[in-house]
């Protein structure tokens, strides 16, 4: 059995910075591309990074390019989100999971459909 499991949302105030991390169980991030995502209230969910299945290209949404950054851990299996300068437009809930990577819009598909609870993000602004 897959399982996903984010953390590190918090309530920042604009501006400010926060870490995400993404832990799996059951099928190591070794040799798959993933990323992450985003759903706000009232809103589909969003592509926001991906991490190409070589672990070395990265793809971001027009909307965090330059203030988000993906990488990964692969000893420990785990999958980050830098979020620097962040703005009240990106309060959302974060998830990751096994992706696709695309270089245009959206930048990540689900790849199996395996999602965790997701890890809250507010920003105040």
């Known amino acids: 059995q897959v399982k996903v499991e984010e953390s590190g949302g918090d309530l920042v105030q604009a501006g400010g910075s926060l870490r995400l991390s993404c832990t799996t169980s059951?099928?190591?991030?070794?040799?798959?591309?993933m990323g992450w995502f985003r759903q706000a209230p009232g809103k589909e969910r969003e592509a926001v990074s991906c991490?190409?299945?070589?672990?070395?290209?990265?793809y971001y949404a027009d909307s965090v390019k330059g203030r988000f950054t993906i990488s990964i851990d692969d000893a420990k299996n785990t999958l980050y989100l830098e979020m620097n300068s962040l703005k009240p437009e990106d309060t959302a809930m974060y998830y990751c999971?096994?992706?696709?990577?695309?270089?245009?819009?959206?930048?990540?598909?689900?790849?199996?459909?395996?999602w965790g609870q997701g890890t809250q993000v507010t920003v105040s602004s």
């Open positions: 059951g099928l190591p991030m070794d040799g798959y591309a």
């Open positions: 991490l190409g299945r070589s672990h070395k290209s990265q």
């Open positions: 999971t096994y992706a696709s990577c695309n270089p245009s819009r959206p930048v990540a598909q689900s790849l199996f459909n395996y």
